[in-house]
Structures are given as C-alpha cells and as structure tokens.
C-alpha cells in the first residue's frame, strides 16, 4: 500500500499506470462524458464502455463526445445487482446550481441530505439496470484494464453483480465515504472485504471520504 496522495491528474497517472497503449476501460457512472474524454485525450487508442441511468447527463454526454463514438460506447443503464428495472434517485440542487445531476444514485439518499443541504433529491424515476457479469458476457469483454466508478454509495451492488468480471480486472478507481450518505452505503474497509484479491494502490483523500485505487493481485 502506497502512501495517501493528492493528483493534479489522475488520468494521466491511471494511463501510465496501465501501460497498455490500447486499455480496455468501464467508466460506471459516467454522466456527462468527462473522465472518458479525459482518458481519450491521453490514450486516444483505447476502448471505453461507459455507463448513465441519468437522462440529463446522457444528452450532455452525446455531446461532449459525438466526435468519440468510434472508441466509445455508451450504454444508458445502471449497473446493480440484477438485470431489469431499478429506481433511480436523481439529484438537483438550489437555485443557485442548476441542473446539478452528479449526486444521483440507485440507492436512496440518507447523510448526504444533510451534509449537502443545497443538494435536494427529485422523485425516483425507474431505469434499466444489468448486472455486470451478464452486461460483460453479452458484450463479449473478458479482460479489463481499469474499472472507473462513480456510483455514489452504490459500489456494493456493482460489485455484487460482477464477482467474475472483477477477477479479470487489473485495477479499480472508486470513490468511498464512511458517512453512509447513501441508505446501505459501504465504507472503504467494508468494501475491501467484499474484493479479497484486491489491494490498495492509492489513497485520493478528501476529509472522510475521496477515492480510492485498487489492484487485483491475482492478475
């Protein structure tokens, strides 16, 4: 385990990480498009899959990266725990911030109502979800390079619906809270105990929460 850092770039360090000048990568929970044209940018040969219940981020997705689409695909689903319908707890905000969709999760809101009172959640909309294993066999990816995460508070049903795909994959970027700002949220020592061939990277700290790297030793 390597010390906690802070980054300028993360991506940057992410690629350079990997090595591979044509990564495989899922960004779960990719709303508008911005960590994968990040990636893009600095490995314009790699093959993103990517990942928006959200129908506002979707449409600002399809349009930061309508030049990409031959490198990027993008499937309007979450990924859970099942296969179906799921619903989906979409954010917004005061007046001040508009449009605010970056909070949104499958999982209700709990602490998060209160430790970001300018964050408010609209009612539940029903969305599709697949779970990772069938959504990795269907599309035919047997190997991953990086999982990128961002599914507030939802990364235990990810991880519960993807047991097979994980083990294939080399390293994981997520983000954590021991705040439990989401109804059944995981902390970090909790989600390390549901990935046992995992083992920390790096730390990306931000008060009691940040985001975390994490590498398959079995791989």
């Not at 990942?51 to 349009?63: G, I, L, N, Q, Y």
């Not at 970090?188 to 975390?212: H, K, M």
Request: hydrophobic share 35%; net charge negative.
């Amino acid at each position: 385990m390597l010390e906690s850092t802070s980054s300028l770039d993360v991506h940057q360090q992410l690629v350079s990480l990997l090595g591979n000048p044509s990564p495989t990568i899922l960004d779960i929970g990719c709303n508008d498009g911005t960590d994968t044209k990040r990636f893009l940018e600095l490995c314009p040969e790699a093959r993103l899959y990517c990942f928006e219940p959200d129908p506002r981020a979707v449409v600002r997705f399809k349009k930061n990266l309508h030049r990409d689409l031959e490198n990027v695909r993008l499937f309007e689903i979450a990924i859970s725990d099942r296969n179906g319908q799921i619903e989906f707890h979409p954010s917004n905000a005061d007046a001040e911030v508009k449009d605010w969709d970056l909070s949104g999760s499958i999982r209700r809101p709990k602490n998060h109502l209160t430790e970001y009172e300018w964050v408010r959640f609209d009612q539940p909309i029903s969305v599709e979800t697949r779970r990772l294993d069938d959504w990795a066999s269907e599309a035919n990816v047997n190997e991953l390079d990086l999982i990128w995460m961002d599914v507030q508070g939802a990364e235990s049903d990810v991880i519960a619906g993807g047991g097979r795909t994980l083990s294939n994959t080399r390293y994981i970027y997520t983000e954590y809270s021991d705040r439990e700002l989401y109804e059944g949220q995981l902390s970090l020592q909790a989600i390390l105990e549901l990935l046992p061939s995992f083992e920390v990277v790096r730390l990306y700290p931000r008060a009691v929460e940040g985001d975390v790297l994490l590498r398959n030793t079995s791989c």
